[in-house]
């Protein structure tokens, strides 16, 4: 079902509006008198409702408003669920639509606008090329012979031809329009065309085929981005840049924290010198990409990203209420992240003495905040007992439990221990708040857990019971010790 959002546009949105001297146009369909068109817009994977023209007994209607132009970008016509029609908005806002039937897509005239008439004969192109290349597809199926390599290459080469025709309309287009909206809208349909390195790379190469496969994914990583044009917000009004995004980072960014980074910082140099709204937005996208990341570890990419473009000033339209949501997310999370050592907390035991993390000699440690009135903690705890203490304690493990309880429920934190029996583990508390524990573990809520090396690195956390066993089983097989 075709639908359309009524969405207000707030935040980066709000900043695709240019003012200017408006936008003017009309649009005339005898066929379709008394009926109201909607014009709206692509926004990621969205349809925005942009303005509304009531048709009159003559079928005709205007699209008007006197004092700000539309963002540049891709458009559709709404005639009716199953009857749109796509367009293109640049610079020049002011012309006219007709169409003499209500088969308004293939009957369509645009009068003083010749950019909506190659975006019209570019679709018209496309859907021309893609039957070509559905026909030889087809073929190529049906072709007894198919298995050979010679066919095979055969049939590449049309595919390369259709490719070829793609690229040389798509040039001329560009030279025709240069620094138009169409321009940029079909530049971003385009991929790197990677060259053949089978022709490059010696054949005695060793494991030749991945070398090979190597060379085409770097070169199409490093020139992902050479048809987008960050200068100009037309890509942000299109469904096809949030693909190609979500696509660069889910398949061409390798899966480590500096990778991220460095996408992310490389992306955002490239729209912070051409264009302040595609910097807004790309700035977004990435804090959000890397703050909801769900692979452990990827969070050190926000904190750098905070650091830099947050705390480091760079970003500057923020409130003071959204600044310091974001700045304190990088506050909570910077001094935990995988693979950094862990900051060392020195504190009274439940019987009064001294402990800390770096006196507490063990190949792993699992590191747990927790608190004997939390409900989850009552469930949580005795499985980390259980599961954990346990079945790793034998091979050297400790559990430092850091009870964030009151200083008044001391007798309320020595029962539970005493219940469930967990004289195994390294029992601490910070009574008077003097540890720092909270920013230094990002301990907001518990129970909390990490698990660290024998050099006090951390290497696990936000993990569950299961998973946390599952790792220190594959860390101790490590070093050839096998669990029971």
């Known amino acids: 079902m075709f639908r359309i959002y009524l969405i207000t546009l707030l935040c980066i949105v709000g900043t695709f509006k240019t003012f200017a001297q408006g936008y003017d146009i009309k649009i005339t369909v005898g066929k379709m008198p008394n009926k109201d068109v909607i014009l709206a817009r692509y926004y990621e994977d969205k349809i925005l409702s942009v303005d509304t023209a009531r048709l009159n007994a003559k079928g005709y209607g205007e699209f008007k408003n006197s004092y700000k132009k539309l963002a540049r970008g891709h458009y559709i016509l709404v005639f009716s669920p199953s009857n749109i029609f796509e367009l293109i908005i640049g610079g020049n806002q002011k012309f006219n639509i007709t169409s003499d039937t209500v088969d308004v897509i293939d009957n369509i005239r645009f009068e003083n606008s010749p950019e909506n008439q190659a ?6 192109f496309m859907v021309s090329l893609n039957k070509k290349g559905n026909e030889i597809n087809e073929k190529y199926k049906k072709d007894p012979n198919k298995n050979n390599k010679d066919v095979q290459e055969a049939y590449q080469g049309l595919y390369k031809d259709l490719e070829k ?10 030279v025709k329009f240069p620094k138009s909206a169409v321009a940029t809208f079909a530049n971003l349909t385009l991929s790197p065309d990677v060259p053949d390195f089978s022709k490059t790379v010696a054949a005695n190469t060793p494991d030749r085929d991945m070398e090979i496969r190597k060379k085409s994914f770097y070169y199409m990583k490093n020139h992902y981005w050479d ?36 996408a992310c910082d490389d992306l955002l140099t490239k729209a912070r010198n051409a264009n302040k709204t ?55 999370r910077q001094y935990n992240l995988i693979g950094h050592k ?8 439940i ?45 050297g493990l400790k559990v430092f439990a850091v009870n964030i309880d009151k200083e008044s429920e001391k007798p309320r934190w020595v029962e539970f221990v005493e219940k469930h029996e967990l004289f195994d583990f390294v029992n601490v508390w910070d009574p008077k708040k003097q540890s720092n524990y ?28 299961e998973q946390m ?16």
Not at 280 to 287: D, E, F, G, S, T
């Open 165 to 174: 025709e793609n690229r040389d309309h798509i040039k001329n287009l560009t």
């Open 469 to 484: 066993v599952d790792l220190l089983t594959n860390e101790y097989k490590k070093q050839g010790i096998e669990v029971k």
């Open 278 to 332: 595609v910097f807004r937005y790309l700035m977004n996208y990435c804090l959000v990409y890397t703050f909801d990341n769900k692979i452990m570890g990827m969070d050190e990419a926000f904190v750098k990203l905070g650091e830099k473009y947050y705390i480091g000033g760079i970003v500057n339209w923020l409130n003071k209420d959204q600044m310091k949501k974001i700045t304190d997310e990088v506050y909570k």
């Open 351 to 395: 019987d009064g003495q001294v402990a800390s993390i770096y006196t507490t000699k063990a190949p792993f440690m699992l590191l747990l905040f927790w608190e004997p009135n939390c409900g989850h903690c009552k469930k949580i705890v005795p499985q980390v007992k259980e599961k954990i203490d346990n079945r790793f304690a034998p091979y």
């Open 227 to 262: 048809y987008t044009d960050f200068a100009d917000t037309t890509i942000l009004s299109t469904k096809i840049f949030k693909q190609k995004l979500d696509n660069y980072f889910e398949n061409m960014v390798v899966v480590n924290p500096d990778s991220l980074y460095h």
């Open 119 to 124: 975006f019209l004969d570019f679709q018209k």
């Open 438 to 465: 909270w920013t230094i573990y990002n301990v907001f809520s518990t129970p909390v857990m990490y698990i660290l090396d024998k050099d006090k690195k951390i290497i696990a956390k936000n993990l569950s019971v």
């Open 342 to 349: 862990a900051l060392d907390l020195q504190l009274p035991t």
